[in-house]
């Protein structure tokens, strides 16, 4: 065997989701609000002029792949970088030769660092420099909120674009074209209706990488027929990804998990319960149904009965251990539980209040009584501090321009009946 049958074979060796990798952004998948026609990311690789970003999202979601188009389309000097295996030399190394390479030559260098957020606060500090100077376009590349879990001084450097999970519609077309593809499944000759391409899309929660590394062992483990055609049915797939087949069409599958949702809302448990068994019984993964349930435990329930939030993240702890069959046992009594509390959507009202509310104060400053007082020159003075005056004492919390309005309002359901009565013994007391 010589160098090139090596790098041949080594090129078919790869995972399905590797080779076929877009390699232009007309071939890549999804995320039309970051990369569509028209857009501003867009619009900066094509013209070569991207600064310093953050890719953040689902795994599989495309994040890997638009740096590696980036790299391939910028006329600038490309690095890579994975955070867990790398170190402060490494990034010292880079920036020094990032340094020299902009002095001697004028030429600029992108750094791609993957898995960003493992990088430690001296190996982030020890880049800023090199950021704000030019020197380096750094693109990190995250699964993790980098709002939390990274340092502030590169998040602030950069541009932020969140990464979405991919649409059924999106995976189900490119596992198509990989049937046709001579880097995929092209010489398989394969055999495939799109129903059943919609069940790899379906479980693979928005994540191509995981719908084609399904597809490909689907493939590769069935034997071809006496024509030389594998053809891939519904009960393969299932093994494949060892998940049920959905047994129902797409609008059937939404109405069911509507009418589900719709009936815990409504209070009746019986025809929660009966929803829940049909879409459990029809293939569709019962950590969709937990949720359900604990968004529905706050948006319906909330403050009325706060324990039911409980109930129902303890229902999807469960079901995580224990699975089906017996996992559906603490998620019916949850169900029933979420269902016969006293009802109250306060929670999400005060939440759309609070968001309107920033978008129209966006960018007020604290109230001075409010600030950090450890690192301000200034002395803070007029803070109450509650415990102080027995647990609770009147003053502004709110910027100056909202500080009188109000986003939660208790209902007078349950547990809220309570806090209704607190709220009012507060503002006379103020």
């Not at 994040?63 to 790398?86: D, Y």
């Not at 299932?238 to 009936?263: G, N, R």
Request: hydrophobic share 35%; with cysteine; proline share 3%.
């Amino acid at each position: 065997m010589d160098l090139f049958d090596y790098g041949n074979n080594a090129e078919k060796a790869k995972p399905l989701a590797e080779r076929m990798r877009p390699r232009s952004l007309d071939e890549f998948i999804g995320q039309k609000h970051i990369v569509g026609e028209g857009t501003l990311l867009r619009r900066a690789i094509a013209a070569d002029r991207l600064g310093s970003c953050i890719f953040y999202g689902v795994p599989g979601s495309g994040k890997s792949s638009l740096a590696n188009i980036i790299a391939e389309t910028t006329k600038s000097h490309f690095e890579k970088l994975n955070a867990v295996s790398s170190g402060v030399a490494d990034a010292k190394r880079v920036i020094d030769e990032a340094r020299e390479r902009l002095r001697m030559y004028g030429v600029r260098t992108y750094l791609l660092l993957d898995e960003c957020h493992r990088w430690s606060k001296a190996q982030s500090d020890c880049m800023l420099s090199a950021i704000e100077e030019g020197v380096i376009i750094f693109i990190g590349s995250t699964t993790e909120n980098p709002f939390i879990c990274m340092t502030k001084a590169i998040v602030s450097r950069c541009r932020l674009f969140e990464f979405k999970p991919l649409a059924s519609a999106d995976i189900v077309a490119a596992l198509r074209a990989s049937l046709t593809d001579e880097r995929g499944l092209k010489y398989y000759n394969v055999s495939v209706d799109d129903d059943v391409l919609y069940h790899f899309a379906y479980t693979s929660d928005g994540d191509l990488r995981i719908a084609y590394n399904s597809l490909e062992l689907a493939v590769i483990t069935t034997p071809a027929d006496p024509d030389g055609v594998v053809t891939i049915t519904k009960e393969i797939a299932s093994q494949s990804v060892q998940k049920k087949y959905l047994s129902i069409d797409e609008s059937t599958y939404y109405d069911m998990i509507s009418a589900f949702c719709k009936s815990l809302r409504g209070s009746d448990s019986d025809a929660a319960v009966y929803w829940m068994e049909r879409l459990i019984s029809s293939g569709c993964d019962p950590l969709l149904i937990c949720r359900r349930l604990v968004v529905h435990s706050a948006e319906d329930v909330g403050m009325a009965d706060p324990y039911a939030l409980t109930i129902a993240v303890s229902a999807m702890t469960a079901m995580q251990n224990i699975g089906l069959p017996e996992g559906r046992i603490p998620l019916t009594e949850a169900i029933i539980y979420v269902c016969e509390a006293s009802k109250s959507n306060s929670v999400v009202t005060a939440l759309y209040s609070a968001h309107d509310a920033v978008d129209r104060t966006y960018g007020d400053v604290v109230p001075q009584h409010l600030k950090d007082a450890n690192y301000k020159q200034e002395k803070i003075e007029g803070y109450k501090y509650p415990h102080s005056y027995g647990g609770w004492v009147e003053q502004q919390y709110l910027p100056d321009a909202i500080k009188d309005e109000t986003f939660y309002n208790p209902s007078s359901n349950g547990y809220e009946k309570e806090l209704k009565r607190a709220k009012v013994l507060k503002k006379n007391k103020g």
